[in-house]
């Protein structure tokens, strides 16, 4: 079992950044792929950023490419979320994921945190 506990959520003004972290535990964090997922009220939840075991690749949904940078400490079992220039439509709920291989869905992710909320106001 891997254990996630997402931080750093919170209300900002569109423009602004926010990090969130994800803390892992329970088994060896560089054996997972870890990705970060949001989902707004009514929607399906989306990949945004994934990064690979070592933190070599990435990959990034387009509506966030050039704003949010994906990164990983595997010696502090911690992957991040940087969020620069942050919009309205950015508002949901975000959640980090891991698995053991490269996946797209979220019922591809076999380990899950709680979700923190992210806000963006205009």
């Known amino acids: 079992q891997v254990q996630l506990v997402e931080s750093g959520g919170g209300l900002v003004q569109a423009g602004g950044s926010l990090r969130l972290s994800c803390a892992a535990s329970?088994?060896?964090?560089?054996?997972?792929?870890m990705g970060w997922f949001r989902q707004a009220p009514g929607k399906e939840r989306v990949l945004v950023a994934r990064?690979?075991?070592?933190?070599?690749?990435?990959y990034y949904a387009d509506s966030v490419k050039g704003r949010f940078t994906i990164s990983r400490d595997n010696a502090k079992n911690t992957v991040y979320l940087q969020m620069n220039s942050l919009k309205p439509e950015d508002t949901a709920v975000y959640y980090c994921?891991?698995?053991?291989?490269?996946?797209?869905?979220?019922?591809?992710?076999?380990?899950w945190g709680q979700g923190t909320q992210v806000t963006v106001s205009s």
């Open positions: 990064i690979a075991w070592s933190g070599g690749s990435t």
């Open positions: 994921a891991a698995d053991r291989s490269s996946r797209w869905y979220w019922n591809e992710y076999g380990f």
């Open positions: 329970g088994r060896t964090f560089s054996d997972y792929v």
